[in-house]
């Protein structure tokens, strides 16, 4: 896989990064390390985690993965931490939490330097100045590199950077949002923020929580040991939401393409992505080394103009007609 440079920053990316929520939960440690494996020897060098990832499981994972394969220095250690590591235990961004936070994170990891650490969420209680300095100290003390941000609406990201130049704070060089084709709703106001200051995104559940893989059917609740077989209300990519025309219009776009090119239809939708000006670096979650090896493929598959158009047009979301709409009939565009 080739690299390129995530935003402003100095970080050379590859366009897939290995996603490690499974960690600890779905896939075991000798699973998790042999995924580590198979991610690096494809090419990859990104691997994102966070604290709260089987609480805390999945980085010491990763860190004793680092320390026995000796890969520290091949490969570039993106986390997370905000939310509560234990139910009704502390949370936030405030430097009193969020200071312990990160050296946890850094004991886990087993690590000097995070390469890139992001907020797991904004903190509407905590002025951004406050937490933002914080990470000055650690960008000073030569144990964070980078600042990204994690699931951040368009007037907390532009709040932050506007923090971030006018106090001479370290500023935010990616974004970290769930976008697919099936849920693009950040069109509607954060990507344009991401555009004009050249903020890259890292889009976590790049499959939908495995709908654009095309396991899921209309009207036949799912089964099995997949993600919404073993809970089909989970999450945003739970079985009654999703399971709508629109979903089923844009993966019979997928199926045809994917046929066009023999390649699968997780592989389709993850060059979508890949492919997408707006994108750094694609978040892969996997659970066994099989699925790794499927998604990997995506970085073989180039999608023609024509056919990233079509999978564009199909998956744009529907645009409300307050304010955006109104916007439009008033001739404001």
């Known amino acids: 896989m080739q690299t390129s440079s995530l935003g402003t920053s100095d970080l050379q990316v590859t366009p897939l990064t290995l996603g490690t929520m499974t960690f600890g939960k779905e896939a075991d440690e000798a699973t998790s390390h042999a995924l580590l494996d198979a991610y690096v020897a ?14 805390g499981l999945s980085e010491e994972i990763i860190g004793r993965w680092l320390k026995g394969s000796g890969k520290r220095d091949d ?39 995070i390469d890139l650490f992001q907020p797991h969420a904004f903190d509407p209680n905590v002025p951004v100045a406050e937490w933002l300095g914080l990470i ?9 590199r980078h600042l990204g941000v994690s699931n951040f609406l368009s007037y907390q990201l532009q709040q932050t950077l506007d923090v971030a130049k006018y106090e001479g704070l370290p500023t935010v060089v990616s974004l970290q949002p769930q976008y697919n084709l099936l849920d693009r709703h950040i069109d509607y106001e954060v990507m344009d923020v991401c555009k ?27 089964t099995g040991a997949t993600r919404l077989g073993e809970d089909p209300s989970r999450g945003v990519e739970a079985y009654d939401k999703r399971n709508t025309e629109r979903t089923f219009a844009i993966l019979d776009v997928v199926k045809d393409i994917a046929a066009d090119h023999g390649a699968s239809m997780a592989q389709v939708s ?3 992505l890949i492919q997408h000006p707006q994108v750094g670096s694609v978040i892969l979650g996997a659970r066994t080394t099989e699925q790794l090896a499927d998604n990997l493929g995506a970085a073989q598959v180039e999608l023609s103009t024509e056919q990233w158009e079509r999978l564009e047009d199909v998956s744009r979301p529907h645009t409300p007609d307050y304010p955006y709409g109104f916007v439009d009939t008033m001739g404001g565009r």
């Open 42 to 55: 494809a090419g990859g060098n990104v691997i994102d985690t966070a604290d709260v990832y089987s609480a």
């Open 75 to 113: 490969v570039l250690i993106a986390t997370k931490a905000r939310f509560a590591m234990a139910k009704g235990g502390p949370r936030g961004l405030h430097p009193d939490y969020l200071r312990g936070a990160i050296e946890d994170n850094l004991r886990r990891l087993d690590i000097d330097t």
């Open 136 to 144: 000055k100290e650690f960008v000073d003390q030569g144990k964070i």
């Open 196 to 222: 004009n200051h050249n903020i890259p995104l890292l889009p976590w559940s790049p499959l939908g929580g495995g709908w654009l893989s095309g396991k899921y059917e209309r009207d036949s609740v799912p």
């Open 270 to 272: 993850l060059a979508w």
